[in-house]
C-alpha cells in the first residue's frame, strides 16, 4: 500500500456573478475539513444578475473572494484562473466546477493522500482527451511549470494546461477508481453536469426550450428546491420554479 499523504489543496474555482449553485456551496462544507483554502473569482458575463454578496456571505470568512474584470479582450476564464491562482499558497490546488459532486469527500480524498507520493497530478479525462476543468487536483509547483494558460484556444478551456501537464507528468486518471456519471445516475460517485452554467444563463435569457438536457436540469432544480439546508436566493428560487413549470405547462 502506498504511503498515505494528506495534501488539503486549495480549491480554485470560477463563478459568473449571475449564478449561484447551492447543492455545490452545501457539498463545499463536506470538503473543508480536506481542503485548505477555497478562492472564488467572480467573473462578469453582461448579466443584469449580481450575486456575489449574497453567495460571498454563505460562503463564509474562510473563503477568499476576488473580483475579475477583463478589459483587454483577455479570455475571462484564463484570466480569472491565473487572479485565483495569485491568491493561492498551498502546495496543492484544486481546479474544479460547480457542476462537479463527488458524493463521498472523506472517500475522494483519503485515495488522494493514497495516490499522493505516486503521483503530482490527478485528473478526469473526458471524451476527445481533454483533461476535463472539472477536477484537475495538481501540485502548484507543476503549475508554475506550465504556461498557465486555461484559455480556450487551441481546443477548449484548459487544453493547453492539459498538454502541458502530460508533458511534465504522469496524470493519474480518477477514473480508474471513481465512477462518474450524470446527476440522476444514483450508482455514479463523481457526477458532473454539462451545461450547468449556460443552462442558467438561458433561463434567465427567458430560452428554457434550448437547455441542455432539461431532464438532467430539471432534477437538478428540484433538488435544490427540495434541500432543507440550502440557502436559496428569492430571484434564484423564481427562476428555477418559473424553469419548472415551463416544463410541466403550469406550477412545478
Same mark, same amino acid.
Given at each position: 500500500?502506498?504511503?498515505?499523504?494528506?495534501?488539503?489543496?486549495?480549491?480554485?474555482?470560477?463563478?459568473?456573478?449571475?449564478?449561484?449553485?447551492?447543492?455545490?456551496?452545501?457539498?463545499?462544507?463536506?470538503?473543508?475539513?480536506?481542503?485548505?483554502?477555497? *478562492?472564488?473569482? #467572480?467573473?462578469?458575463?453582461?448579466? +443584469?444578475? &449580481?450575486?456575489?454578496?449574497? !453567495? %460571498? =456571505? /454563505?460562503?463564509?470568512?474562510?473563503?477568499?473572494?476576488?473580483?475579475?474584470?477583463?478589459?483587454?479582450?483577455?479570455?475571462?476564464?484564463?484570466?480569472?484562473?491565473?487572479?485565483?491562482?495569485?491568491?493561492?499558497?498551498?502546495?496543492?490546488?484544486?481546479?474544479?466546477?460547480?457542476?462537479?459532486?463527488?458524493?463521498?469527500?472523506?472517500?475522494?480524498?483519503?485515495?488522494?493522500?493514497?495516490?499522493?507520493?505516486?503521483?503530482?497530478?490527478?485528473?478526469?479525462?473526458?471524451?476527445?482527451?481533454?483533461?476535463?476543468?472539472?477536477?484537475?487536483?495538481?501540485?502548484?509547483?507543476?503549475?508554475?511549470?506550465?504556461?498557465?494558460?486555461?484559455?480556450?484556444?487551441? *481546443?477548449?478551456? #484548459?487544453?493547453?494546461?492539459?498538454? +502541458?501537464? &502530460?508533458?511534465?507528468?504522469? !496524470? %493519474? =486518471? /480518477?477514473?480508474?477508481?471513481?465512477?462518474?456519471?450524470?446527476?440522476?445516475?444514483?450508482?455514479?460517485?463523481?457526477?458532473?453536469?454539462?451545461?450547468?452554467?449556460?443552462?442558467?444563463?438561458?433561463?434567465?435569457?427567458?430560452?428554457?426550450?434550448?437547455?441542455?438536457?432539461?431532464?438532467?436540469?430539471?432534477?437538478?432544480?428540484?433538488?435544490?428546491?427540495?434541500?432543507?439546508?440550502?440557502?436559496?436566493?428569492?430571484?434564484?428560487?423564481?427562476?428555477?420554479?418559473?424553469?419548472?413549470?415551463?416544463?410541466?405547462?403550469?406550477?412545478?
Amino acid at each position: 500500500m502506498l504511503k498515505s499523504t494528506e495534501i488539503r489543496p486549495d480549491v480554485i474555482v470560477t463563478w459568473p456573478r449571475h449564478c449561484d449553485y447551492p447543492l455545490w456551496r452545501l457539498r463545499l462544507k463536506e470538503h473543508r475539513r480536506h481542503v485548505g483554502r477555497v *478562492v472564488v473569482a #467572480f467573473t462578469y458575463h453582461h448579466v +443584469d444578475v &449580481d450575486y456575489r454578496d449574497f !453567495v %460571498a =456571505e /454563505l460562503l463564509g470568512p474562510h473563503v477568499t473572494c476576488v473580483d475579475v474584470t477583463v478589459t483587454d479582450g483577455r479570455d475571462w476564464r484564463d484570466a480569472a484562473v491565473n487572479a485565483a491562482l495569485d491568491r493561492s499558497g498551498a502546495e496543492w490546488v484544486w481546479f474544479t466546477e460547480q457542476d462537479l459532486d463527488v458524493r463521498q469527500p472523506g472517500r475522494f480524498w483519503w485515495t488522494m493522500s493514497q495516490w499522493a507520493d505516486a503521483y503530482d497530478a490527478f485528473a478526469h479525462e473526458e471524451a476527445g482527451g481533454r483533461w476535463h476543468p472539472s477536477c484537475i487536483i495538481v501540485r502548484r509547483g507543476l503549475v508554475e511549470e506550465t504556461g498557465r494558460h486555461f484559455g480556450p484556444d487551441p *481546443v477548449d478551456h #484548459f487544453h493547453s494546461f492539459g498538454t +502541458d501537464l &502530460d508533458g511534465l507528468t504522469n !496524470v %493519474a =486518471e /480518477l477514473s480508474a477508481v471513481f465512477s462518474f456519471g450524470e446527476f440522476t445516475d444514483p450508482s455514479a460517485d463523481v457526477t458532473h453536469m454539462a451545461g450547468l452554467t449556460q443552462n442558467h444563463r438561458l433561463i434567465h435569457d427567458a430560452r428554457p426550450d434550448e437547455v441542455y438536457k432539461p431532464s438532467e436540469m430539471s432534477a437538478y432544480l428540484s433538488a435544490c428546491l427540495a434541500s432543507d439546508e440550502a440557502v436559496i436566493h428569492l430571484r434564484w428560487r423564481a427562476e428555477a420554479r418559473g424553469y419548472l413549470g415551463h416544463l410541466t405547462g403550469g406550477s412545478p
